[in-house]
């Protein structure tokens, strides 16, 4: 690889950054305001697919303010990693800026100005972490994502929302300090902490004890924003936040934060021969295939939507951390697939969910037979994404998976391939009722699934405001539809009593389909299109991403990334 001196990786940070001024100052336009956004992210992502090619080429675009700290340098280095991550957290921001359009507007929420404004610091901060040149410059921009997306989790001011928020410090702050321990302990035991591929060669002739505890801290650290257990808990709490803030946490920005410095620190800072040789490399997969069977069979026993989903990217996440440590080059290159690939089919799921709340105020999975008609693209689109997420071919999910499922296999694991194939399972048992509910259901003669009852896997907040939102009003005794076309007999959770209603109806009189949702067609009358054009990228992104993962260029960039660490091309 070729060092370039480019102002590009800071310039991709700092266009994030400084938009929240304009943001800021335009506050009472709503119009300009939003104008500013867009332009920000259109400028972002073209600033970071400019040096694609480049990094392609064998290039690495290099920004060097010098040194800060005695034999630190404050470096942001677009290396192939960096871009994936950067060109990753680039584009979804630019999809996401546009259905937080619709979604705000469509919700009237409070705060709007504020929340854009969060929500450009945050993805500068991302940018800052995928191009940092050292464990401490991630270190610092780790840091300040957690401070810029604070205000979104706390958005809906609720006292749910405050309380979300500080378990959401409270757990990101202490996994700072654990990275922040780590990286002193490296810089002692080598007398550096910058990125190189294969890892530092220092590390190899360390104290095999204190590069034991590094990894250890620095693992740890990460792993509480990649969401491993028992790190785990913040997140399905941070529901509380609006959708796009959890497309944000959970697609672009901070979960694949923690996974992306797991990825930094086995390819960049210990080398996965080095890895395995510690012996660090099983353990950590062990928990990673811990977190996502659990995490799978815990999906199963939400009611609520987002919680579920929230379940399922803990799973998901350590489909990364399983294909980093097994430390085989297949199993690398579908772990860092499936950061792209899991980026595109979760945003989705929850630009559906956040639809699904703003046309209709339905947020439980048994309050939603029959929605397809009502919903007939936005639930199209969560259908593919879940067939993604369950690993079936012609999806994203199944590109990544193959690889994992080939690489643990070749590593002589056959215990973690296991633990896929069965992850893939509870994908399908999770995922499948919602979408048959959806299509195949009506609210009168909806199957109620005791599949989803009960607590197992902690305190399930049905009472919480799920999506950042204004609870729906408690209506009257007559149903009325109001100006989305959807009756208030579906506002959230009021519709048991009417169903019970229909029931004894239906049993004396034959059926009553007054409680049917209205049926929209397929031309995208179900919504605003601020929302569905984003719902439908994201969906064919996922699409794209398992048919043609190549043209795609995550894959190019991924094989490069495993070419430059293990000598391998695969």
């Not at 584009?91 to 854009?116: A, K, P």
């Amino acid at each position: 690889m070729t060092d370039i001196a480019s102002i590009r990786p800071i310039a991709a940070v700092l266009v994030s950054a400084l938009a929240i001024v304009p943001i800021l100052a335009t506050g009472n336009r709503p119009n300009v305001r939003e104008a500013w956004s867009v332009l920000a992210a259109v400028t972002n992502l073209g600033i970071v697919a400019s040096m694609v090619p480049g990094v392609l080429a064998g290039n690495v675009y290099v920004t060097d303010f010098g040194t800060f700290l005695p034999g630190i340098r404050f470096a942001l280095r677009a290396d192939p990693l960096g871009i994936l991550f950067g060109l990753l957290a680039s584009l979804l921001w630019l999809v996401t800026t546009f259905y937080s359009i619709g979604y705000m507007r469509g919700l009237d929420e409070h705060d709007q100005t504020r929340y854009f404004a969060a929500f450009a610091a945050s993805v500068a901060s991302a940018v800052g972490v995928a191009f940092a040149g050292n464990l401490i410059v991630i270190f610092v921009f780790y840091e300040l994502l957690t401070v810029a997306t604070y205000p979104l989790v706390a958005h809906d001011e609720t006292q749910e929302a405050r309380a979300a928020g500080r378990k959401y410090l409270a757990y990101t702050f202490s996994g700072g300090v654990a990275v922040f321990a780590g990286t002193v302990l490296v810089f002692w035991l080598t007398g550096t902490t910058a990125f190189t591929p294969g890892g530092i060669a220092q590390l190899a002739t360390a104290d095999p004890v204190l590069a034991r505890v590094a990894f250890a801290l620095l693992a740890s650290g990460f792993g509480v924003k990649a969401a491993l257990m028992p790190m785990h808990s913040w997140l399905p709490d941070a529901m509380v936040a609006p959708t796009p803030v959890s497309g944000l946490l959970h697609a672009v920005a901070v979960v694949k934060s923690g996974v992306f410095g797991i990825a930094r620190l086995i390819l960049d800072v210990f080398g996965p021969d080095l890895v395995g040789d510690l012996g660090m490399g099983l353990p950590l997969a062990a928990l990673a295939a811990f977190t996502l069977t659990v995490a799978s069979v815990i999906a199963l026993r939400q009611d609520n939507l987002k919680r579920r989903l929230a379940f399922s990217t803990v799973s998901q996440l350590s489909y990364i951390v399983l294909g980093l440590a097994v430390l085989t080059p297949y199993s690398l290159v579908g772990g860092l697939l499936h950061i792209p690939a899991h980026a595109f089919m979760k945003l989705t799921l929850f630009f559906c969910a956040g639809a699904l709340h703003v046309e209709t105020h339905t947020d439980d999975i048994s309050n939603m037979a029959g929605i397809g008609h009502r919903m007939p693209l936005t639930m199209s689109a969560f259908a593919v994404a879940s067939m993604g997420m369950a690993g079936i071919p012609l999806a994203a999910g199944f590109v990544s998976k193959y690889f994992l499922l080939i690489g643990s296999i070749s590593a002589g694991q056959a215990v973690f391939a296991g633990a896929l194939l069965l992850s893939g399972i509870l994908n399908i048992a999770y995922f499948w009722p919602v979408v048959y509910t959806a299509f195949f259901e009506s609210p009168i003669e909806s199957d109620q699934k005791p599949l989803v009852s009960g607590v197992f896997g902690g305190r399930v907040a049905r009472e919480a405001a799920t999506d950042g939102g204004r609870k729906p009003d408690e209506g009257g005794d007559e149903p009325h539809k109001d100006d989305h076309g959807y009756a208030a007999d579906h506002e959230g959770q009021g519709l048991q009593d009417d169903i019970e209603t229909a029931e004894q109806l239906h049993h004396e009189n034959g059926p009553d389909h007054r409680l049917d949702w209205e049926h929209r067609s397929w031309r995208g009358d179900e919504s605003t299109w601020f929302m569905l054009a984003p719902i439908l990228f994201a969906a064919a992104g996922s699409i794209a991403l398992g048919i043609a993962p190549d043209a795609a260029v995550f894959l190019r960039i991924v094989r490069l990334i495993v070419a430059g660490v293990t000598g391998v091309t695969v």
